[in-house]
């Protein structure tokens, strides 16, 4: 990811790596060079709701995350989750998923991102798009 220095780099990867949540689902975090975030997640059936297929909270879970990262590296600021809205398509049909993100709009205050989760055969499972409210620089 060439968008952030080194320090940005380390700061935002070690955050994610320590996440409890990051750590307990086997998330991983990934930016193209763009800087735009890729969360992927290795199915686990420890994360099924009573159906058999993938809960839809880890749906939410990956794109809050996956736009998390994709504003925090592209403002270069500490952000938060202001508002989430989620669309669940289809089921992931028991299938690794990997959540793209691309930022919207950022301005002074808030910063908007649309997501994408997709199954491991390229089926879009979920999209989302959320704002996230602008603290402050990154802590490096």
């Not at 220095?5 to 994610?16: C, H, W």
């Amino acid at each position: 990811m060439s968008l952030l220095s080194k320090d940005a780099q380390i700061f935002l990867a070690t955050g994610f790596k320590s996440a409890p949540v990051a750590k307990t689902m086997g998330l991983i975090l990934t930016y193209d060079d763009e800087g735009n975030a890729q969360i992927a997640w290795k199915r686990e059936p420890g994360y099924d709701h009573g159906m058999g297929d993938t809960h839809g909270g880890i749906f939410c879970t990956m794109l809050d995350s996956a736009g998390w990262f994709t504003v925090a590296a592209q403002c270069k600021k500490m952000v938060v989750t202001s508002d989430l809205h989620v669309r669940m398509l289809q089921p992931a049909k028991q299938q690794d998923l990997v959540a793209t993100a691309r930022m919207v709009r950022s301005g002074g205050k808030l910063a908007v991102a649309s997501m994408e989760l997709h199954s491991a055969d390229g089926q879009l499972v979920a999209t989302g798009t959320a704002s996230f409210a602008i603290l402050g620089d990154l802590p490096i």
